[in-house]
């Protein structure tokens, strides 16, 4: 048996050598991430060490006269071609035991041959490996003495194969790892595709623009599988149309109207510092001029002093009568006092809402009706990771409608559409700017699409 170390940047290219050296039966004995070289500890470079051994004694005995295909231009890889590799190895790993499948089929369109040889040698290694694992396995089942049924400690029932030592977890774990470097060449393949330039200058945009990798990719893919089926004939013109449709078609069911014309009661909540008290004057404004309707405050943002003064600065430049608040009796007898009012907007306090106990607190203040609404204040300039954790927190007590702020501070759209596409949650209105009335928008599907093609600054 020969057995040869290999230190090598990635694991296409040790399979690429151990199939050169040690011949198509070789078998990947270990594998470990290492760094090397540096100075004094640190730029050391990360490395894969992996070592394979084969049974033969003179591999290029047995490869002579088997020429090597010439090297032609890497056409792209369909989408499809990373979940097919993904299904056809996990059938390599049933319930029961580790097991042997059948070689996966590289697709038709992918003609590369470094990447057929790298297939072929991934899955002859991934299968020896298995066959040795499965008579490991065995032996190790056999030797070791079995538990009776009443023995048998409790395990939860999931579907899913569970190690029984040591031994059987390490060399799950190599095949476990042979199916992520698949994953990974496949998805190295994805992204060497060639996209047309209007789609590739599209997925630029919105990474720039803080869109998720998954939105980005979901929306490239839809598009791009549009142009392959049009035998890649479409003008820019349809791919930007086509583009603008993909957008308006995520945002279906996604955006709002506005306060509803029978809506009594308007709750405004949202984390200090987004502009709630601007955005509760600026819709006062709106219901007074547009809607024609008669409005009261009510304020529970006692936290801050400054709060309830620019409020009332507000309604007494609106003329608009004034409430204020700090317990749920509270707001029963302004709403009360106000019933003289067509429609009540209620100004609450600004929270720490990354923490949930506020977020109940605050529910506990509000008496949602069926003639009541309550929209959640965020702010663009806010960091995505905040925005989430705050709207998933809300969402947990049937919050659906947001109102994003500040617009004219940012660039970064994309964490408002990434929180549409995560959450159960729509869009009402957007603002952007302090002036009061002018600067709120009610969010439509147009204003949205201008905003990811860059044209919508309002």
């Known amino acids: 048996m020969r057995v040869k170390r290999y230190v090598v940047d990635t694991m296409p290219d040790a399979m690429q050598k151990i199939r050169d050296e040690l011949g198509v039966d070789a078998v990947i004995l270990s594998t470990k991430e290492m760094k090397i ?16 051994a084969s049974e033969g004694s003179d591999v290029g005995a047995s490869r002579k006269g088997v020429s090597r295909p010439s090297s032609g231009p890497v056409r792209p890889m369909t989408k499809s071609f990373a979940s097919d590799v993904y299904m056809k190895s996990s059938e390599s790993m049933p319930a029961s035991g580790v097991s042997v499948s059948q070689r996966p089929k590289l697709p038709a369109e992918v003609d590369n041959p470094v990447l057929s040889r790298a297939f072929d040698v991934l899955h002859e290694a991934s299968a020896s490996s298995a066959r040795r694992a499965e008579n490991e396995i ?13 023995q048998r400690p409790p395990s939860a029932s999931t579907g899913l194969y569970t190690p029984n030592s040591p031994r059987e977890e390490h060399l799950l774990e190599e095949i476990r790892e042979m199916k992520t470097w698949l994953e990974q060449l496949a998805k190295q393949q994805k992204d060497s595709r060639e996209l047309p330039e209007p789609l590739s200058a599209f997925q630029e945009l919105l990474l720039r623009k803080e869109f998720s990798p998954q939105l980005v990719e979901a929306w490239v893919d839809k598009v791009y599988d549009k142009w392959l089926d049009s035998k890649e004939s479409m003008s820019e013109v349809e791919l930007l149309e086509e583009i603008q449709s993909c957008v308006s078609g995520s945002l279906e069911g996604r955006i709002d109207g506005g306060i509803g014309e029978n809506t009594r009661i308007v709750y405004i909540a949202g984390p200090t510092g987004v502009g709630k008290t601007t955005t509760i004057a600026k819709l006062a404004a709106d219901q007074i001029f547009r809607a024609r309707k008669k409005v009261g405050f009510i304020t529970a943002d006692t936290y801050r002093i400054s709060a309830v003064e620019q409020l009332r600065t507000y309604a007494s430049i609106l003329n608009v009568p004034i409430e204020v608040v700090q317990s749920p009796g509270d707001v029963q007898r302004a709403v009360q006092r106000l019933e003289q009012c067509d ?14 106990i506020h977020v109940a607190e605050l529910h506990s203040l509000l008496n949602t009706t069926e003639n009541s609404e309550t929209y959640l204040v965020l702010s663009l ?3 995505t990771q905040d925005m989430e954790r705050i709207t998933e927190h809300f969402s947990r007590y049937g919050l659906k409608k947001v109102i994003f702020t500040k617009l004219d501070e940012t660039e970064s759209v994309g964490p408002m559409f990434n929180l549409l596409q995560d959450y159960p949650v729509s869009m009402s209105y957007i603002t952007n700017g302090q002036n009061v009335p002018d600067d709120l928008l009610v969010a439509d599907s147009k204003f949205m699409i201008d905003l990811v093609m860059g044209a919508g600054r309002a």
């Not at 100075?39 to 992996?50: A, D, L, P, T």
């Not at 065995?138 to 009443?150: A, D, G, M, Y």
């Open 343 to 356: 429609i009540i907007l209620m100004d609450t306090a600004g929270r720490n809402y990354l923490n949930e």
């Open 381 to 383: 300039t806010s960091k």
């Open 138 to 150: 065995t032996q190790v089942r056999t030797s070791e003495p079995r538990l009776t049924e009443e």
């Open 37 to 52: 070289g540096g100075f004094m500890g640190m730029f050391r470079k990360k490395k894969i060490e992996v070592v394979a």
